[in-house]
Structure formats: structure tokens, C-alpha cells
């Protein structure tokens, strides 16, 4: 039945030279030519990647500035690939270091690189020699008619030898085979840099947050007690008969009302610190003490480098990745249309077989050596694998134009929102002076009888309310900037680790941690200060 199948797909001179049993000679002759041109030719069939013309990636308004990219704030100077020195902070460096030496996301994307890395070995040592051997004993009865005689004794019968051949790799399916497997290896390598800066800016944005928090507690904890000095002068007037209850009571309740926003930034800054310890594989309590105390948000004393459209795609992990499955994809389209052409391997055999007591002697040695040809005609749905490689192809062009797409919107989105918060920032700091100012001024008349106690207090309100909003803005702004330089893509390079290690050899880490703890104590320390001399200064106002 499968010859009478077979014989349907081929010529009427092939088919009845199989019937006839002549079938070697006229394929070889049918072959040769082929084999003759494949050999000559050196085919590799399917397409050659290139980077399609089309792509989004080759668009003007992707390589063009960077929307925004002329703000005062920024500078269209590269960014630097260890971004996050810019900030000029030994506990952030060091905090940093010690993530990219123990994050387990880190590690999880490194194991996952070097499985990728033994693919590719396997690959390519596709492409080369094969064989086995083995060897086996049986008691066996052959049967007598394959021998054209009556009857036969059963015996022992041993095999043993070996296999070897090597694959002429004709139409490039090997080739191909280890083309996309390079290719995904670049991928699982952008996919592992990639994991690096996140890690990188998640530790960033978690020590942001934890100062943040701690400077907006400090602030609220001025405020509260600034809220309590004007309730005890209320109450002493009260006590000289220049006040009332009612006065008074309103003074407590502003007064309670700011002390219940002190327990959300306590819990902000643990949360932040819980964050940041998780992200360096230890217990928050074993956190360096100049991290858990910092107090004043760390700041960039230069304008952010954004680079330029060209420089962001070809410096985002993301967008090398999607562009590397691409690659592999493409690749993939040669190996499924490899698999419609003969296989055609060399190979040679050797051994002996036959009786248990004559074996290793002449009359059980054999060996053969000649082409091995293998072919699957493409009736069994092998040009639908075809279809589907073309189709998987075009869906990793619309990915990756998608990821082009998201790096662009991303960038843009967080050089806007750092700008637009920058200058909320900047109006509010302005509108922080006016209300101390102000508040400062009607408490003066209120001692001295020339205001009312709800001007004062009103006053006091708004000067709290100023203050809490100018740190929120603060925080964000701090935030908005480690978002801009995670859209900017940089952090990964080899360049960050030399800088680590540069700073490390100048240094020494141990110097390096003691001195960053106590730079974050001194912080603490002028922090309280500054504001003990604050209070003094508007307690001598008042009197």
C-alpha cells in the first residue's frame, strides 16, 4: 500500500522502476544532479534577516529628539550607563552594588542566560559528526523460509559494532538551526539586562521613597509641634481672659488632626525599607543604618542626560530583545523550509554478527559504508510549518514595532510628567515662603490682640497644609526622575560594573560604608538642628 502510495507522486519511469526493483540506479541518477548543484550552490534556503525597512524602528519621529528633550531640566548629552551616581550618594552606590551582587530575579535571568548559552552549544554541535554503538545477545529462532530452507536450529546469536555519520547540511537547515538560536540567546541576554535595570531603579525608587518618607514626617512633626505651641499660647490667654473654649477646642482638633497623619509616613517608610530589603535578599533590620535614618531626599545637582530617539532604542533592552526574536524567528523560516528537501547524511557502520562462539572472528565482521538519504515528501503538512514560521515572523515585526512604540510613549510620558511636577514643585516651594510668612505675621497680631484667634488659626492651617504639600511634591518629583532614567534604558552595560569596581578600588568598600553612615547621622543631626533653630527663631518672633 505505501509503495502503490509513493508511487502516486512520482514520474511513470520512477514508479516502474521501483515495481521492478531498479529503484537505486534511478535515484541516483534523479538525485545526483541535485545533490551535485546543493554541493556547488552551498544553499541556504529561506530568508536572510535583515532589518526590515519598514519597521517602526527606522522611522523618523523614532530617531528623532526626544519630545521635551529641549527642557531646562534636561541635557541631550548621552546617558551615563551607571545613571544612578549622578546622584552622588555612597549609600545608594553601595545599596546598588550589593542588589546586582545578590537580587534573585538577577540570578533567576542569569541561570536562565547560561541554559540559553547551552542551547546554542547544542546547536551548533548539530552540525558536525553522529554515533553510537551498542551490542545486544539473544537466543533466537530465525526463520527457516527467509533462508529458503526447511528448518533451523534455534541459537545464540550476538551483535555488537558502532555508527557513525556526518549530515551534509545541503539546504542550510543546521545553519539556520543555530542561526535562531543565537538569536534567542541575544534575546534571553536582553531579557537578563533588562531584569538589571529594573532591579537597579526598584532599589533607587525604594531609597527615594524611604527618605521621602522620613522628610515629610520630619515636616509633619514641625508642623505638630508648631500647632502645639500655638494651643498652649491660646490657652494661656484663655487662662488671661483674652480667649474662649471654643477657640481652644478648635486648636485641638487642628492640632490632632495633623498628629494622625504622622503614623501614614511612619508606615511609608517602612513599607519602602521592607521593599528595598527584599530587593537585596536580607532582613530589613540588617539594612545599613545610614540607609534605614536617611532623612533628606538625594538629589541630581546636574540636568538629567535623555540622549536622543536613536540612542533610546538602541540602548533599551526591550527593544534589542523583541528585535532578536525577530531575528530567531526569521531564522525559523529556513529551518521549516529545509525540512521539504532530502536529508543526506555519510555515514559508515561496522561490527560483528552472528554466533556467540564465532563472534570476533572473519566470518562475523562486517561493515558498510555509503550516503544515506532521507526524505519526507511535503504531503504530511510540512508547507503549513512553512505558513506558520512566515506568520509567527510577521507577528514578531507588529511586537516589535509595539515595543518601539511603548520605549517612545514611556520616555515621553516620564520627561513630562518630571517636568510638570518639577514646576509644581517650584510654585510651591514659592507659595511655602508667602504662607510662613503669613502665619508668622498674624500670630504676631493675635498676641497682641490685633487679629482674631480664627485668622490665626487659619493661617496655621494653611501653613501646614503648604508644607505637607510642597514634601508630597518633592517626593514626587524624586520618583518622576528614577521613572526617566528607567524609560532611558541605561544601567545594563558592562560600563556600570567597571565604574562599580573603579569606585570599590579607590575607596574600599568597607571606608566607603562607614563613611556613607556617618554622612546619613550628620544629615539627622543637622536636619534636627535646623529645625530646633527654626523653632527658636519663631518662638523669639512670638515673644
Known amino acids: 500500500m505505501n509503495a502503490r502510495r509513493a508511487d502516486r507522486f512520482a514520474s511513470p519511469g520512477v514508479a516502474l522502476a521501483r515495481r521492478r526493483g531498479v ?3 534511478v535515484a541516483r541518477g534523479a538525485l545526483c544532479p541535485v545533490m551535485c548543484a546543493a554541493l556547488l550552490a552551498g544553499c541556504t534556503v529561506g530568508p536572510n534577516y535583515s532589518l526590515p525597512k519598514d519597521a517602526l524602528v527606522n522611522a523618523n519621529f523614532a530617531n528623532a529628539p526626544i519630545d521635551g528633550s529641549n527642557d531646562p531640566l534636561v541635557t541631550q548629552q548621552p546617558v551615563p550607563p551607571d545613571w544612578w551616581r549622578l546622584y552622588d550618594d555612597p549609600v545608594l552606590n553601595g545599596l546598588v552594588e550589593d542588589a546586582l551582587a545578590g537580587n534573585r530575579d538577577l540570578r533567576v535571568a542569569v541561570a536562565n542566560l547560561e541554559a540559553s548559552r547551552a542551547q546554542v552549544q547544542f546547536a551548533r554541535e548539530q552540525d558536525g559528526f553522529a554515533g553510537n554503538a551498542g551490542g545486544n545477545v539473544q537466543y533466537t529462532q530465525l ?3 527467509q533462508f529458503l530452507t526447511d528448518k533451523l536450529p534455534p541459537q545464540t ?10 549530515e551534509l547540511d545541503l539546504f542550510g537547515k543546521l545553519r539556520r538551526g543555530v542561526e535562531a538560536a543565537r538569536a534567542d540567546d541575544d534575546a534571553v541576554e536582553a531579557a537578563r539586562d ?3 535595570i529594573t532591579v537597579v531603579a526598584d532599589v533607587v525608587r525604594s531609597y527615594v521613597e524611604n527618605c521621602a518618607a522620613a522628610e515629610e514626617l520630619a515636616i509633619a512633626q514641625h508642623s505638630l509641634a508648631l500647632e502645639r505651641e500655638r494651643v498652649d499660647v491660646s490657652r494661656r490667654l484663655l487662662q488671661a481672659g483674652r480667649g474662649n473654649q471654643p477657640d481652644l477646642t478648635r486648636g485641638f482638633t487642628q492640632r490632632d488632626t495633623i498628629a494622625a497623619e504622622i503614623p501614614r509616613f511612619t508606615l511609608r517608610q517602612r513599607v519602602a525599607q521592607y521593599r528595598l530589603a527584599m530587593l537585596l535578599a536580607r532582613a530589613p533590620e540588617d539594612l545599613p543604618p545610614a540607609a534605614k535614618n536617611c532623612s533628606k531626599l538625594p538629589q541630581v545637582g546636574e540636568p538629567v542626560p535623555v540622549g536622543d530617539g536613536a540612542a533610546l532604542l538602541k540602548r533599551r533592552p526591550d527593544v534589542r530583545e523583541a528585535e532578536r526574536k525577530l ?3 526569521t531564522a525559523r523560516i529556513g529551518v521549516a523550509t529545509a525540512a521539504l528537501y532530502p536529508t543526506i547524511s555519510i555515514g559508515a557502520s561496522a561490527g560483528f554478527t552472528g554466533d556467540v562462539s564465532d563472534v570476533f572472528t572473519a566470518q562475523t565482521a562486517r561493515y558498510a559504508i555509503g550516503p544515506l538519504v532521507s526524505w519526507e515528501f511535503p504531503v504530511n503538512g510540512q ?6 514560521a512566515e506568520a509567527s515572523t510577521a507577528a514578531s515585526l507588529a511586537h516589535f514595532d509595539s515595543v518601539v ?9 516620564s520627561l513630562a510628567a518630571y517636568s510638570a511636577d518639577t514646576a509644581r514643585a517650584q510654585a510651591l516651594q514659592t507659595a511655602e515662603k508667602s504662607a510662613q510668612d503669613s502665619a508668622d505675621q498674624t500670630h504676631q497680631l493675635y498676641v497682641n490682640g490685633r487679629e482674631s484667634f480664627i485668622d490665626d488659626l487659619d493661617a496655621t492651617r494653611t501653613l501646614t497644609s503648604v508644607n505637607a504639600q510642597v514634601a508630597a511634591a518633592r517626593s514626587t518629583v524624586a520618583v518622576d526622575r528614577v521613572n526617566l532614567f528607567l524609560a532611558l534604558g541605561g544601567g545594563w552595560e558592562e560600563a556600570s560594573k567597571e565604574g562599580m569596581q573603579e569606585g570599590a ?4 568598600k568597607a571606608s566607603t560604608r562607614q563613611a556613607a553612615q556617618t554622612g546619613g547621622r550628620d544629615d539627622v543631626q543637622q536636619a534636627a538642628q535646623k529645625a530646633g533653630q527654626e523653632a527658636a527663631g519663631q518662638q523669639g518672633a512670638r515673644e
Do not use: I, M, W
Open 23 to 25: 529503484v537505486p540506479r
Open 143 to 145: 526463520s527457516p523460509e
Open 157 to 166: 546469536l550476538e551483535d555488537l559494532g558502532f555508527n557513525v555519520s556526518y
Open 194 to 196: 533588562l531584569v538589571r
Open 327 to 329: 531575528a530567531a524567528s
Open 383 to 388: 508547507r503549513a510549518k512553512v505558513q506558520q
Open 405 to 413: 512604540l511603548n520605549a517612545l510613549r514611556e520616555t515621553q510620558s
Open 505 to 508: 578600588r579607590q575607596t574600599g
